[in-house]
Nanobody, 124 residues
Framework: QVQLVESGGGLVQAGGSLRLSCAAS????????MGWFRQAPGKEREIVAA????????HYAGSVKDRFTISRDNAKNTVYLQMNSLKPEDTAVYYC?????????????????WGQGTQVTVSS
């Protein structure tokens, strides 16, 4: 059974940083694209960042580019999201997800496995 477990969320002041981790178990995802999404209350789930199997192809939402960095450690079956210069509008539940293919995508419907989410709250 595949499990994705996110950690690292919390409450931070604007301008601060957080690092999210997502550990996968149940199978290895060394050739699968992985992504981070977020969903704020009353809004649709949206892409934050995605990464291909070897980390050489990444994609970011325009709102987080140059502030967030996605990375992965295939030996640990883990994907990370380093979030710097956080803003109140970054407040949301953050989810990691895995595709059944090597290609990155910003469409939530393209992802087969999802974590339970971790809350990130940025105060002004």
């Amino acid at each position: 059974q595949v499990q994705l477990v996110e950690s690292g969320g919390g409450l931070v002041q604007a301008g601060g940083s957080l690092r999210l981790s997502c550990a996968a178990s149940g199978r290895t995802f060394t050739i699968n694209a992985m992504g981070w999404f977020r969903q704020a209350p009353g809004k649709e789930r949206e892409i934050v960042a995605a990464i291909n199997w070897n980390g050489r192809n990444t994609h970011y939402a325009g709102s987080v580019k140059d502030r967030f960095t996605i990375s992965r450690d295939n030996a640990k079956n883990t994907v990370y999201l380093q979030m710097n210069s956080l803003k109140p509008e970054d407040t949301a539940v953050y989810y990691c997800a895995v595709r059944n293919t090597v290609l990155v995508s910003d469409n939530p419907g393209d992802y087969a496995y999802w974590g339970q989410g971790t809350q990130v709250t940025v105060s002004s």
